[in-house]
């Protein structure tokens, strides 16, 4: 098992996990965090986002994931969705909110909580829908088979199951 997978297991894997994420457009594309260590080929894009804290509001983990992430600065908007992402060892409840940047600039960023070997975020760009879509589904966010354009992300509602 690499360090990547390793770490997510061990820090995340058999136990049920509260993540907010964030779905920010630009100029008709969506912002994408690729990782590794996760599913079947060790590459998983997927929107923004991470576990809140203890003490940490939806609103505020999402702010701060957002920056240490993509380096965006963020307003967080309306909830749109609820996802139910289960993916063993991994299972995690998902708040889906729209989101609108208000500073800083896009980068790769890291995740604290990994080892500086072990660090999971390999790219953080924008992708056209047409892109997102051209990777096989089990490397891309579930999310993304419900829909066929950006702006069908946004209409999703209520709770997703797989």
């Not at 997978?5 to 995340?12: H, N, Q, S």
């Not at 997927?46 to 804290?53: H, K, M, Y």
Request: aromatic share 10%; glycine share 10%.
């Amino acid at each position: 098992m690499d360090k990547a997978r390793e770490e997510v297991t061990k820090l995340y894997g058999n136990r049920l996990r509260l993540r907010v994420c964030g779905i920010y457009s630009e100029k008709d594309r969506l912002l994408m965090v690729r990782h590794r260590g996760i599913g079947p080929t060790d590459t998983f894009w997927c929107p923004p986002g991470g576990g809140a804290q203890f003490g940490e509001n939806a609103h505020e983990a999402l702010v701060r994931e957002f920056k240490e992430e993509t380096g965006l600065d963020i307003a967080v908007g309306e909830l749109l969705f609820v996802n139910e992402f289960m993916q063993p060892p991994l299972h995690a409840l998902e708040l889906f909110f729209a989101v609108k940047a208000t500073g800083g600039q896009i980068r790769q960023g890291s995740d604290p909580e990994m080892s500086l070997d072990g660090q999971i975020i390999e790219e953080v760009r924008l992708m056209s829908f047409e892109e997102i879509k051209s990777y096989p589904p089990e490397e891309v966010h579930t999310l993304f088979q419900r829909c066929r354009s950006i702006k069908d992300v946004f209409e999703l509602t209520g709770y997703l199951k797989q």
